[in-house]
């Protein structure tokens, strides 16, 4: 029996944190409706409350004493807090599994009502020791007190449950049909259409996003609900507001009833904040690195077309791949300053985190770049952690014998050309995932090397050229490589703004308020910049920088 007492007072305490945790972060958020965020209906939690009030759903044990009897009631109390709190969490569900979490909170709580019932009919929920030999001594009006002060409360619940369900599978529909409408409106934007947005711009367009999130949220649209207040909370009456602009993005049921101009002050001013508070997370290494960056002439330099690929099936490049490349090569010359190289490595690192953002948000249709994207992922693993290129050290021993930069190069050409062709060599039924990924980076380093050494050297391996002026190079085209990915930026904060699923769209404006605050240095650096004469959607695409740039003219 302790150790019974035990599992229940443990699941009731994860039960108490998690609502507690709720509160707190209602109170951080200025959300004063509460939205569930750690406490939400779901397997986990149900399995959670069924053990938490184990004491009450057993009618066969006799528990005499006062202690016993209250922690049975106290449960039937508890469960019915449980309720009303996980209420506003039906509306994160889709319609399945908003379905199945209330059939099973259903089953749990009838079962629960039953096993209560059963206790007060038999006298056994109020058994003591002195009425040992009288446990039916239980007068008629104890009884119908017992089952008026908890059944009844849990019972209503329920019921409102099943209401809420009914109510919040048409809200959505209608919240979801206003949401259209105002996008389409703010579709309409000119400058949205022009491509290049200003971070004053930006930083509207998502607090508009950010109304609409909030006020079409499902969660909030429920705690404002009749059903809900009805449970107990606020778990929000609202006067007309005069805001013209702002009301254009409000969604809500009730056409005649509209948030306060102290609503909506309250909506920008949480964004404004999140988007500030995110400003002092700048990529300083990132800014740094992007400071090395003129144009984007990197783009026509790292990659030649006189530079034929050994993969016997063509792969388009990707950002990412490129980038892991060429830091490779500058981490293999050994007699650069550490300093130097860990700067670098620091730069690409931050970089990498919104580079793969934009690949992830803007290519991620294309099954070929998924394919490079992962393999770039997997290889800058072992570069950044290991500092190893394909399993060789960088920078490598061997290479102080011939520690020239053209010879070094030379032997990274030759080194991913034998890897190349040990994997071509295979008959295709032999090849798996991981030989394919080395492939493709071993041949995006035969390239690149290659294509260095004609650019650089034309061939000539002993011309005076300096591991320092080798890495300044080197990290050139690394820098426009990363500062033409990041002209997307824009592009990436409106797609994350536009999140097509309702119970993902208020946490997917967070996220681009919070990308938009991290990057505004870099949206302003990026922002006069003169770009390719492309249609916005190719400048997602690195190879189609890189034929504009080596051939700017059709």
């Known amino acids: 029996m302790p150790w019974i007492g035990m599992n229940i007072a443990l699941a009731s305490l994860l039960c ?18 509460f939205p569930c965020k750690y406490f939400s209906l779901n397997a986990a939690s149900l399995t959670v409350i069924a053990v938490a009030i184990k004491l009450p759903m057993d009618p066969n044990n006799l528990m005499p004493g006062d202690v016993h009897l209250t922690a049975k009631l106290g449960t039937m109390s508890f469960m019915c807090t449980i309720m009303a709190n996980l209420l506003p969490s039906l509306a994160t569900k889709d319609d399945k599994e908003l379905v199945s979490n209330v059939i099973a909170l259903a089953l749990l709580v009838i079962s629960l009502v039953f096993n209560f019932c059963i206790q ?32 009844v409360p849990i019972l209503m619940l329920l019921i409102i449950y099943a209401c809420s369900s009914l109510a919040i599978l048409k809200s959505k529909q209608i919240l979801e049909s206003k949401y259209q409408t105002a996008n389409q409106t703010a579709l309409k934007d000119p400058e949205l259409k022009a491509g290049r947005l200003t971070v004053v711009k930006l930083k509207q367009y998502v607090s ?13 649209m429920t705690a404002c ?10 778990q929000a009456k609202e006067q007309p507001g005069k805001d013209k602009d702002l ?39 990132l800014m740094k690195l992007l400071s090395e960056s003129r144009g984007f002439e990197g783009l026509a330099k790292f990659d030649s077309n006189h530079v034929p690929s050994l993969l016997s099936e063509e792969y388009v490049n990707c950002w990412s791949l490129p980038l892991v490349t060429l830091t490779s090569i500058a981490m293999s010359l050994p007699d650069i300053q550490k300093n130097m190289v860990d700067c670098l490595l620091n730069g690409v690192s931050e970089g990498l985190l919104y580079v793969t953002l934009v690949e992830e948000s ?10 490079i994207q992962k393999a770039a992922e997997t290889l800058w693993v072992e570069v950044e952690v290991y500092h190893k290129w394909l399993g060789t050290k960088l920078p490598n021993p061997k290479s102080k014998l011939v520690n020239t930069p053209g010879h070094i190069l030379q032997w990274l050409r030759d080194k991913a050309k034998k890897k190349v062709m040990k994997v071509e060599s295979k008959d295709i039924r032999d090849r798996n995932d991981n030989s394919k990924y080395k492939s493709i980076c071993a041949n995006s380093m035969y390239r690149i090397t290659e294509t260095i050494l004609l650019n650089v050297y034309h061939e000539n391996i002993d011309q005076q050229v300096s591991q320092e002026e080798l890495f300044a190079h080197v990290s050139s ?14 592009q990436v904060i409106l797609m994350k703004c536009h999140e097509s699923v309702i119970e993902k769209r208020e946490a997917s404006v967070q996220a681009a308020a919070q990308l938009l605050g991290e990057t505004i240095q870099i949206i302003n650096t990026l922002q006069d910049r003169q770009l390719p004469s492309l249609n916005p959607d190719e400048l997602a695409f690195i190879n189609k920088w890189c034929a504009h740039l080596k051939n700017p003219f059709p």
């Not at 508009?208 to 909030?220: D, K, L, V």
């Open 16 to 33: 108490v944190l998690a609502m507690v945790a709720d509160l707190l972060h209602g109170l951080w958020n200025r959300k004063l409706w």
């Open 120 to 151: 007060i009919s038999t006298g056994i929920l109020f058994f003591t020791p002195d009425a040992a030999f009288y446990p039916y001594k239980i007068s008629f009006l104890d009884r119908v007190i017992s089952i008026g002060g908890f059944v």
């Open 208 to 220: 508009n996003y950010w109304i609409m999130a909030g006020t079409g949220s499902p969660q909030f």
């Open 225 to 234: 609900s009749i059903t809900t207040s009805a449970s107990g909370s606020q």
């Open 247 to 285: 009301r254009g993005y409000v969604l809500q049921l009730q056409e005649d009833v509209q948030f306060t101009e102290r609503t909506l002050k309250r909506l920008l001013k949480s964004v404004n904040r999140l988007i500030q508070k995110a400003e002092k997370q700048q990529p300083t290494n």
């Open 362 to 371: 803007l290519n991620a249709t294309d099954h070929d770049h998924v394919s």
């Open 477 to 490: 085209m690394i820098a426009d490589i990363i500062a033409a990915c990041l002209t997307n930026l824009p």
